[in-house]
Structure formats: C-alpha cells, structure tokens
C-alpha cells in the first residue's frame, strides 16, 4: 500500500538510549551564535547583511577548523525600485517576486479576478511553499494575465515572501507580493471591480556573493568524501529559519576537530538559497560528480524553531538509523520520519534524484509559524535548548559516519 508522506516515530524511544539536556555550555554557544546572526540585519543574497553572515561564519570556523575558504560566484542583484498595488488612488507596498520581470513603467491596470477570467490583473493567496509544486509553475507559464497580485499567507500576519526558483530565468507576469493584512482590502476591491494598479520596476546590480568553505582531510583519502551544508541566505534576518542549521554546522565542525574522520569532510554554507539555492549550484559545479559520490547531510530550515517539529528525511535506512539514534540519545528524536520516495524540496532534491546518498533535517514550514516572515528574531522565534540538542545529535551521527 502506498506510504504516507511521513510517518511519526513513537518507537524511537524504544532504542533504549539515554536522553539528556544539552549541556549549559552548548546552549550558550547556540545563543551567542543566534544572537549575533540576528543583528546582521537582512541576510538576502548578494547584500551587505549576506557578506556580514559569510564574515562572522568564517571568523567563527576559523576559531575551530583554522583554514577557512570562500567560493565566489556571480549573479545580478535584484533590488525593488518600486512594487507596489494601487486601488483607488492609495498604494499599497509590497515586494516583487524576484523570479518574474518588471512591469511597463506605468504599471498594469485593469479590473482584477481570481485568475480564472479574463481580467488583466489575477489576485490570490499563496503561502511560501507552494512554489515547489509544479502546479504553481504551470500556473504562471499558463496564465492569461498581464499582471499577478499575491497575497501571502504565513503562520502570522505580514509578508510571507515566496523564494525565486527560477531567479536566473524569470518567467510569468510581474508580480508583487503583499502583506496577508491586507487581505480583505484587496479582496474586497477584486468583489467590487475596482481598478487596480500594479507596478513592479527592479534594477539589476552585477555583484557576487559567496560559500564559505571548510575542508577537513581524512585518514584515507580514497574513501568517499562527507558534505555538511546549510543555507545562510533568506529574505530577512530568519533567526530561527537559517540560525539552527548554522549551529548544527559549527558544532558539527567543532566534533570533527576533537575526532578526525577518516575520509575527507567538506563544509559548505551557501548564499543563494532563497533564489533557487544558486550557491549550491555553484558549489556542486566545482565538483562533477559529487551527487553521487559524496554522503550528503543537509543542516535545513527552522531547526529548533519555536513550536516546530523536526522531520528526517533520507533514502537510506543505514543512514537514518544513525541520525535517529543520535538524536534520540541527546534528547531531540525526529518528529516525524519522510518516506524514502518523498523528494526533498529543498538542497537535496537533485541529490535525491540522482540517487545519492544523505540526510536532510528540517522543520516543516507548515509546523514553523514564523517561516519567511519579517518576525522570525532572536530570541522569541528560537528554542535555544532545542537547537543546541539537534547539533549535539548530528555532531555526533556525523563523527560516527566518517569513523
């Protein structure tokens, strides 16, 4: 019969294994590392809130590990110059979606719909994780209208922005995207027919942005290398979206430092991943083969978000016994359990695809209230006790993977 998409793990407290809390020292750690990542400011790719993330992560490793690297790659910045619905003579600001184009400069007007007529303007609710389903794909390849309006649904109110997959070949009509508060406004001008305005005008900054990068040589360098990755870009300072994977990946540093491994391990924190994980692209195109031939393991959004759930996602038992045995023993089992078959959304999609091997942790973003809104902040949106328990856990599965 066919497999739910993930299963809840009651039996894994079976696996006789002590929980405990992380130790005072750990949880610090996490909170001085969260702290300082929230006052970085806006972590968005290629901007100067991005450089400071890649700056103190690699002032952070290089107390560790020492030799810390970068991997430079190129893009054009996307900076809003004007976005923004206009009903009635009032505007109401938004945020362009960073994978459509720009609209004339005097916007789109006309009558607005649902989409499903002929209205130049459609207007709909969509929360962040819908752009990876192709439905959504094939709906802006497909639509008629010459302009799109989304009003963003989160797990509070505010502007819940969707990521860019496409970031590098925009498609679709322009689009701007609002705040869920002003649901009712637009809403209620779609039922009255009022004539709608929509603007989105961007500029284009050549820049680059970076992958901060540490290697750590192994006993037996014929042996398949490890990855540890984490994204470290997003829309705004997402102190509990991004911060948790940061700290698993420092932690997970500071285990393999005290136990060499015996085959190679790459560390890897990429910009990029809010527009369709560019970084990774670009770090996976310095190394041809390497979805198959590295173990993966994915350090991926709201770990330890406050009221999330942790979910573990692998096509491989051997490797999700290990991670699940491991956290279950400092005190953070999985919540839930993906399929096999489930692809990930998110870095390690092509990997899974291609059939390599990995593990990716994650808080789902329907269980994260705070996912991609402008609130996720240090300290309420984390749980610092939470946090420091995952990075103990994987620290220690991934020292005992590269034995």
């Not at 505007?91 to 007007?109: H, K, S, Y």
């Not at 990068?213 to 037996?220: A, E, M, Y």
């Not at 940061?246 to 527009?275: M, Q």
């Amino acid at each position: 019969m066919p497999s739910p998409a993930w299963l809840g793990l009651p039996a894994a407290a079976a696996l006789g294994l002590s929980a405990h809390a992380a130790s005072p020292e750990a949880e610090a750690r996490a909170a001085g590392w969260l702290e300082a990542w929230d006052r970085q400011g806006i972590h968005r790719t290629g901007t100067p809130g991005d450089e400071a993330g890649a700056a103190w992560l690699a002032r952070e490793a290089a107390a560790v590990a020492g030799n810390v690297t970068s991997e430079s790659f190129a893009l054009e910045r996307r900076d809003p110059t004007a976005a923004y619905v206009e009903i009635d003579g009032v505007r109401i600001e938004g945020v362009a979606l960073f994978d459509g184009p720009d609209t004339p400069l005097a916007g789109v007007r006309g009558a607005a719909s649902d989409g499903t007529g002929e209205s130049p303007i459609a207007v709909m609710p969509l929360s962040p994780s819908v752009v990876y389903g192709e439905d959504y794909r094939r709906m802006r390849r497909e639509s008629r209208q010459r302009a799109h309006v989304i009003l963003t649904v989160g797990g509070a109110p505010g502007v819940a922005l969707l990521n860019a997959e496409l970031f590098r070949a925009p498609f679709g009509p322009p689009t701007v995207q609002l705040s869920s508060i002003e649901r009712d406004r637009v809403l209620g001008a779609v039922a009255r027919k009022a004539e709608f305005r929509v603007v989105v005008q961007t500029k284009r900054t050549p820049t680059q942005a970076r992958n901060v990068v540490v290697t750590i040589t192994g006993r037996d360098r014929r042996r398949p290398p490890v990855v540890v990755m984490t994204p470290r870009s997003s829309w705004w300072q997402s102190t509990s979206e991004r911060g948790g994977g940061l700290v698993c990946w420092l932690e997970t540093l500071r285990a393999l430092k005290a136990n060499p491994p015996a085959c190679d391990v790459i560390f890897t924190a990429n910009s990029g991943h809010e527009l369709g994980h560019i970084g990774l692209d670009d770090f996976v195109a310095r190394r041809p083969g390497w979805e198959t031939k590295a173990t993966w393991i994915h350090y991926g959004a709201n770990l330890g978000a406050t009221s999330s759930k942790l979910m573990l996602m692998s096509a491989h038992d051997d490797l999700r016994a290990v991670a699940i045995e491991h956290l279950t023993a400092a005190g953070q089992k999985p919540d839930l359990l993906a399929d096999p078959n489930v692809v990930p959304t998110g870095e390690t999609k092509d990997i899974h695809k291609a059939g390599g091997r990995y593990v990716t942790l994650v808080g789902p973003p329907s269980t994260s209230p705070l996912f991609h809104l402008p609130q996720d902040r240090w300290p309420d949106a984390v749980d610092v006790g939470a946090v420091a328990r995952i990075a103990e856990g994987m620290a220690n599965a991934v020292v005992a993977l590269t034995r």
